[in-house]
């Protein structure tokens, strides 16, 4: 099930459409999983738990992606994971969305692994950018090996542009550094982007989300 909105109030979001999706679909493998994710902050938290009750169905969501003005920049999953429960990944879903993004500007972030990153490309290719969403920067430097777009959390503390410690560019996100929202800004659509974007760690339990920004992942090359 999914909830559809179509012009956000959301500060940082800017005044697009956005959706959500149910909480099955998150993986349990996510670091942030029912713990330091964003998703679980009091207002956010109040429209996705509703979904259960009040969300559309997949042909809803599809629809309403569909009577957007061509150009349209819209997200996908302000909470919520790519189509599948848990782990698993709903190619046909998937499929059934980026059809309906076709001349439009969507993109989305993903915690999932496995055949998800495989659909992840597929969908990337289409039109509707898929991002691989790491939790600090060494799984950055590993996920940039699949060729898709990476965003990574970072320190609460970390400078507006840096490195991963293979030397990726890292550029944190614009509206967390100057005045700007997802509407103005839309770097995180560009899947042809030269830059991993960092979000740094802030709002519901910043101190763990932070914590976890700090570790860095052995990198095993072969």
Known sequence: MYTFVRESANVKTGPIPVTYSGRETCPSSCAHYRTSCYAEAFHTRLVWDRIPQKGKTLADLCEAIKTLPDGQLWRHNVAGDLPGEGEDIDPVALGEIVAANIGKRGWTYTHKRGDAIKWARHATEWGFTVNLSADDVGEADALSAHGLPVVVLVPSDTPERTTTPEGRAIVVCPAQTRDT?????????????????????????????????RRVIPIVKG
């Open 181 to 213: 929202d997802c509407a103005s800004c839309g770097l995180c659509q560009k899947a042809n982007r030269a830059v991993i974007v960092g979000f740094r760690a802030h709002g519901f339990r910043t101190k763990t989300a932070d914590a976890r920004a």
